[in-house]
């Protein structure tokens, strides 16, 4: 069974930095497509940043320049640099395993959270106070 557990969330005063680590375990295949999201109380979950196995990557727009995404495949573990941090950034991130293809347009569609192959963490806290 597929298991993804993020961990690195905090709190932090703006212009900050956090990293994310996301370990996977029980994939059998490839080294999959990996995303982060986030998701606050209000508002929809939405892409953040998308790596595939080869190291190419995506980003949405509210990110580009401040945060990284990484992956570690002898580790199964994917990471989110965040840097220059915004209040507008706190959220609940999470972790995913995700379909889509080409993998580093992930999160520039919307669709993507309600695909049911995907497979989820269970998020970590990050609170940015100004």
């Known amino acids: 069974q597929v298991q993804l557990v993020e961990s690195g969330g905090g709190s932090v005063e703006s212009g900050g930095s956090l990293t994310l680590s996301c370990v996977a375990s029980?994939?059998?295949?490839?080294?999959?497509?990996m995303g982060w999201f986030r998701q606050t109380p209000v508002k929809e979950r939405e892409g953040v940043a998308s790596?595939?196995?080869?190291?190419?990557?995506g980003y949405a727009d509210s990110v580009k320049a401040r945060f990284t995404i990484s992956r570690d495949n002898a580790k199964n573990t994917v990471y989110l640099h965040m840097y220059n941090l915004r209040p507008e950034d706190t959220a609940m991130y999470y972790c995913?395993?995700?379909?889509?293809?080409?993998?580093?347009?992930?999160?520039?569609?919307?669709?993507?959270?309600?695909?049911?192959?995907?497979?989820w963490g269970q998020g970590t806290q990050v609170t940015v106070s100004s």
């Open positions: 995913a395993a995700l379909e889509w293809r080409p993998c580093d347009e992930a999160v520039q569609h919307s669709v993507v959270i309600h695909d049911p192959r995907n497979v």
């Open positions: 029980g994939y059998t295949s490839n080294d999959p497509c």
């Open positions: 790596i595939g196995s080869d190291g190419s990557a």
